[in-house]
């Protein structure tokens, strides 16, 4: 279902400038569609209600530049009508027998080994900010990150930004890393 699109500041900027031309109003309002995202797929019954709510938005940022001058209604229609679509795939993915776990991972796993090292190689505070970004489950998972955006002074989208782009710059070191080992 994800597609693993890079999001970056433009296309968020662009997405608030849609929402409300008022900076302050248009973060509230994402916010808002973001929460009602979450509750829209936990009620019906989805157990991976912000993975699924991340979807949505990461499908609704790219069609931004091309809808905004045309869709007349409120935005967050369309993010529910986007949801829904998603909500479909996702009933249909989740019929499927899911795939069985894989093995706990060893703790001579090289990757493991190579992500201690790049977390050790980041500087202290996007250490400490990837590693609280994707802790926690559930409601507890959304609370952290909203402390963590107040304590930054900075939105709930620009946290995400962040986050993604450390985990990134991660997925990218350990990749090289465990490369480099297998070489060598």
């Given at each position: 279902?994800?597609?693993?699109?890079?999001?970056?500041?433009?296309?968020?900027?662009?997405?608030?400038?849609?929402?409300?031309?008022?900076?302050?109003?248009?973060?509230?309002?994402?916010?808002?569609?973001?929460?009602?995202?979450?509750?829209?797929?936990?009620?019906?019954?989805?157990?991976?209600?912000?993975?699924?709510?991340?979807?949505?938005?990461?499908?609704?940022?790219?069609?931004?530049?091309?809808?905004?001058?045309?869709?007349?209604?409120?935005?967050?229609?369309?993010?529910?009508?986007?949801?829904?679509?998603?909500?479909?795939?996702?009933?249909?993915?989740?019929?499927?027998?899911?795939?069985?776990?894989?093995?706990?991972?060893?703790?001579?796993?090289?990757?493991?080994?190579?992500?201690?090292?790049?977390?050790?190689?980041?500087?202290?505070?996007?250490?400490?900010?990837?590693?609280?970004y994707y802790r926690d489950e559930g409601r507890a998972k959304i609370k952290n990150r909203e402390?963590?955006?107040?304590?930054?002074?900075?939105?709930?989208?620009?946290?995400?930004?962040?986050?993604?782009?450390?985990?990134?710059?991660?997925?990218?070191?350990?990749?090289?890393?465990?490369?480099?080992?297998?070489?060598?």
């Open positions: 279902m994800n597609r693993d699109r890079t999001i970056d500041e433009e296309d968020f900027n662009r997405l608030l400038e849609w929402l409300n031309p008022d900076r302050e109003a248009a973060c509230a309002k994402y916010a808002t569609i973001y929460r009602n995202l979450i509750k829209f797929f936990t009620c019906r019954g989805c157990y991976e209600a912000e993975k699924c709510a991340d979807d949505t938005i990461d499908r609704v940022i790219p069609k931004v530049q091309k809808i905004r001058e045309t869709y007349v209604e409120d935005p967050a229609l369309y993010f529910y009508g986007v949801a829904k679509n998603i909500l479909h795939e996702w009933l249909r993915e989740s019929r499927r027998a899911p795939p069985e776990p894989p093995p706990p991972p060893e703790r001579d796993d090289p990757g493991l080994d190579c992500l201690d090292e790049c977390l050790a190689h980041l500087p202290a505070d996007s250490r400490e900010l990837v590693i609280e402390k963590w955006a107040r304590k930054l002074g900075i939105t709930m989208n620009a946290l995400r930004i962040r986050a993604c782009n450390i985990r990134a710059s991660l997925r990218r070191c350990v990749a090289e890393c465990v490369r480099q080992g297998a070489a060598g």
